[in-house]
């Protein structure tokens, strides 16, 4: 039963990907990499300190 239900997981989620690469294209998902590579920086003590300045 738990296998049936990750494999429809899966396929739904797979679904929903391409889904959004073909609406967005490549440059969508990007783009989400970047925003969350920025805010991770931003978490950062040292970054805001040296951007504070």
């Not at 805010?39 to 970054?47: G, M, P």
Request: proline residues 0%; without cysteine; negative net charge.
């Amino acid at each position: 039963m738990q296998l049936t239900t990750m494999e429809s997981e899966l396929a739904d989620l797979s679904r929903k990907f391409r889904q959004a690469e073909e609406q967005g294209g490549i440059w969508n998902l990007e783009l989400i990499a970047a925003k969350g590579y920025i805010l991770q920086l931003l978490e950062s003590a040292k970054v805001v300190r040296y951007l504070a300045h």
